[in-house]
């Protein structure tokens, strides 16, 4: 399938489990098409950009070792993504990345994901902070940040600034997730 005719493929995604789920299970079964649903998904300003973020959020979420040939690709691109519903699916397979890191379960993202890696991630997830982002991106960063925290000791003192400075300004479900965060940082 070329890169065009993915393309096409992706305008029958939708919001649907389902119809995610059997392009993710697609892509996983043909490895060929990871790099050009990645061409689509950096099509920054294209809608159809955000249904290949959905593709590609499931694929990790099924597979996520699937992506481990094209860590340097995501992450030198990811922090350009800024369509609302590309950036969340972004957001969540950075999460995916950073849990299975820190995973207690052996996984070949440990080897894989190299420190530059890591400090793209970090910096897309402190812009996604203080950026005008909704919620979920939010959410999945300062978890993704709360981990990170573990090895780069001065992530938690700023993420900590930052959700005390936002949280009278954010959503409950902001609120929520931040009170647990600090919590956890600030015992």
């Known amino acids: 399938m070329t890169t065009e005719q993915l393309y096409e493929e992706l305008n029958y995604v939708n919001h649907s489990r389902e119809k995610r789920l059997y392009y993710a299970d697609l892509v996983i079964d043909n490895p060929d098409l990871i790099p050009k649903l990645l061409d689509i998904l950096f099509m920054v300003d294209d809608k159809v950009s955000c249904r290949a973020a959905w593709v590609f ?4 979420g099924e597979n996520l070792e699937a992506a481990i040939p094209y ?3 995501f992450t030198e691109n990811f922090g350009k993504v800024h369509l609302d519903s590309a950036v969340r699916p972004v957001a969540k397979v950075c999460e995916y990345l950073i849990k299975a890191f820190y995973s207690k379960t052996d ?3 440990k080897t894989a994901l190299k420190p530059i890696h890591k400090e793209r991630i970090i910096e897309a997830c402190f812009d ?3 950026n005008d982002e909704k919620i979920a991106p939010k959410a999945y960063a300062m978890n993704t940040l709360y981990l990170l925290g573990q090895d780069y000791d001065w992530i938690h003192p700023e993420l900590a600034l930052i959700l005390e400075r936002d949280y009278q300004m954010q959503s409950s479900g902001f609120k929520a997730r931040a009170r647990h965060i600090l919590r956890k940082i600030k015992p």
């Open 71 to 73: 860590l340097d690709t």
């Open 107 to 109: 996984n070949k993202i």
């Open 57 to 60: 959020e499931f694929m990790c």
């Open 128 to 130: 996604y902070m203080i």
